[in-house]
């Protein structure tokens, strides 16, 4: 049976728990044919650990998108690996705790640093790290909470999603001549490791019961993975710097 990535070789990042969002894309990538290759933060251990669940083995290689030597030799393990790739996946975010939970007026700059740096300038470091590897072209895929909007408790997380939102438009204008793709998938929420770290998530989950179109699952992730999948794929050819809204509908309706 032929899969719409048959023949892709595809890296992915933030693979933690089969909660997520990584996992579901890596899951579906391999169903639809691609060779995949993981990342792991903190440790490699535990991202092994949630791969021996995939369809089929796949090497682990550790990555903390903010260290440089990590970063730097990321290109020969995966030429070493895939030989090269056609798609990269970025499914990584984090704040520290005072940087959400209603703090907002008093964070820290070097906390809003922290999460400026893993959740959004990490878009241009991870793409930057994979460009010679993708001699083809490629699609990179991302990850946002809709950063047109506040949200509860999600506090400078938000300003950390829209720079990756004006990040991922500039990508996809300074690498589009290279044939390189960048775009973002905005999921709603999903009761992952990086949701239990938002205070409000309750709150979060109650706004899309209450008024989103289409019936949403914080327990499934799946949807969100098939979006990754989708823009990873062929099948979206001509689009770049976009984001698609994987959020039952939400987005679109008022109060
Ligand atoms: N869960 C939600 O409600 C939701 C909604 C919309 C968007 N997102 C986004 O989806 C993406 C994936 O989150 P998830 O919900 O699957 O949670 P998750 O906790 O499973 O994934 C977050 C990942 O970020 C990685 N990470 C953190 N710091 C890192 C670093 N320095 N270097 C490399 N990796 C690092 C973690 O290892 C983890 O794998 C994130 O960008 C998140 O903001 C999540």
Redesign the pocket.
Known sequence: MSGILDGKRILI?????E?????HAAKLAQEQGAEIIL????RPT??ERVAKKLPKPTKVLE?????AE?LERLEKEVRDELGGLDGVV?????APQDAMGGNFLNTSFESVATAM???AF?LKSLTMACLPLMENGGSVV?????AQYTWTGYDW?GPA?AA?EATSRYIARDLGKQNVRCNL??????????????PS?NE?SDTWNHLSPLEWN?SD?EP?GRGVVALLSDWFPKTTGEIVHV?GGLHAVGG
């Open positions: 990042t933030g693979v933690l728990m909660s997520s969002i990584a996992f990342t792991a933060f903190p535990l991202t990555l903390d998108v903010t260290n990590h970025h499914s990584i975010g984090f740096h893993v959740s990490s991302g990850l946002t909470f809709d997380m999603k990756l998938i905005s999921a709603g929420p999903i009761g992952s490791m990086a949701a239990k770290s938002i998530f979060l914080t992730p969100a959020d």
